[in-house]
């Protein structure tokens, strides 16, 4: 008898629609995104593509995370203001559909980027892409063929001559041998 006091249908249709309410705005809020890991070099663009969508105005908010570092990079609301960390000026893009780009990458760049969509009723969601940033050696890579292929025409250069003097000091012995011999004969015809 009490049980049915306790849980009369007001309060069941009053719980159930409360419930309801609850996964409403729960579901009221979905982040669709295809690729959540991404890998770019050293000062190309990423763009974190995601397409939002909502009952009421959401605030999009990203979040950059990497070991013990947390930074907020961006935060707006469709339509309104764009409020843009200091330390990402010029670098981040946002876009009405929740996406953000970030160009000019660093090594730095590499980690999580969260986004968290939330309403005004406090519900939010989230989600998370991991960012990979590779370095490209190519400028040090070309210094170093040039160097060695400074290093290979000053080689070549040193065995080129070592092998002209060489040369040159052979032919200077032999000729010296050459020219001495008759003067040796001349001497030798002298004395006799
Ligand atoms: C979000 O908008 C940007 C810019 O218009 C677009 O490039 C991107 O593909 C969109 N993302 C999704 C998941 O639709
Ligand atoms: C937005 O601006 C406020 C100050 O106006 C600042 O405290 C906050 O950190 C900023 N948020 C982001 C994500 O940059």
Redesign the pocket.
């Known amino acids: 008898m009490w049980f049915s006091r306790i849980w009369g249908t007001q309060e069941v249709s009053l719980f159930l629609s409360v419930l309801l309410y609850v996964c409403q705005l729960a579901g009221a809020i979905s982040i669709r995104s295809y690729r959540q890991s991404l890998t770019r070099s050293v000062q190309q663009d990423v763009l974190f593509s995601v397409d939002i969508s909502c009952l009421g105005i959401p605030t999009i908010?990203?979040?950059f995370m990497s070991g013990m570092v947390s930074r907020?990079?961006?935060?707006w609301q469709p339509g309104g203001l764009t409020?843009?960390?200091?330390e990402?000026t010029d670098r981040v893009h946002t876009y009405s559909n929740g996406s953000m780009g970030l160009s000019d990458l660093r090594v730095q760049d590499a980690g999580f980027y969260v986004i968290r969509v939330s309403e005004l009723s406090g519900s939010s969601r989230d989600a998370g892409f991991v960012l990979t940033v590779e370095e490209i050696l190519y400028e040090d890579l070309q210094y170093l063929s040039v160097f060695t292929l400074v290093l290979a025409f000053l080689a070549g250069f040193l065995m080129l001559s070592m092998w002209l003097m060489d040369n040159a000091y052979r032919r200077l012995k032999a000729w010296n041998g050459r020219r001495q011999m008759p003067v040796n004969g001349e001497t030798e015809l002298q004395a006799l």
């Open positions: 908010q990203w979040t907020d990079i961006s935060s409020n843009i960390s200091e990402y």
